[in-house]
């Protein structure tokens, strides 16, 4: 009888032991597969402060700098993205949002190389009063932030 308990509890211990290798293999899997889809917000100062890693993606936000809107040929665009303490250069290859404009709130998706960002999409706000929340957490962090 002792001989059939302890063959059970055996198979027991086996079966955990099964599922959390499962669970373990699927956890590390699936952290796998987002961690090229996840893209972490950054203000220009968290940029400045904390440059992300070579070739790191992730998500730059702030307002557009007044006057620095530079158009070239074709369809480059240079711009500066501001949160009231520190500036960060931006180009983009593309066309910009209709409601793009200066000392507004933008946020662009792209790679910070030679301390320029490189953008590979930017969006803007979508009307009069509209600004990204991560726009406006970042300005009022730097005490910038004028709006209601």
């Known amino acids: 009888m002792s001989g059939l308990q302890s063959l059970k509890k055996k198979r027991r211990i086996q079966l955990i032991l099964a599922l959390m290798g499962f669970l373990i293999s699927a956890t590390v899997l699936i952290g796998f597969a987002l ?33 620095s809107i530079i158009r070239s040929e074709g369809t480059e665009i240079s711009f500066i993205v501001h949160d009231g303490a520190h500036e960060v250069p931006v180009v983009f290859n593309g066309i910009l949002p209709d409601l793009f404009s200066e000392e507004e709130g933008m946020v662009g998706t792209g790679q910070l190389k030679n301390d320029v960002f490189v953008a590979t999409e930017i969006l803007a706000k979508h009307d009069e009063t509209y600004m990204p929340q991560e726009v406006v957490d970042a300005l009022k962090e730097q005490g910038v932030y004028q709006g209601q």
Do not use: C
């Open 35 to 67: 961690k090229d889809g996840i893209n972490l917000f950054r203000s220009p100062t968290q940029v400045i402060d904390n440059p992300p890693k070579d070739n790191e993606i992730f998500r730059l936000g702030g307002l557009v700098k007044e006057g």
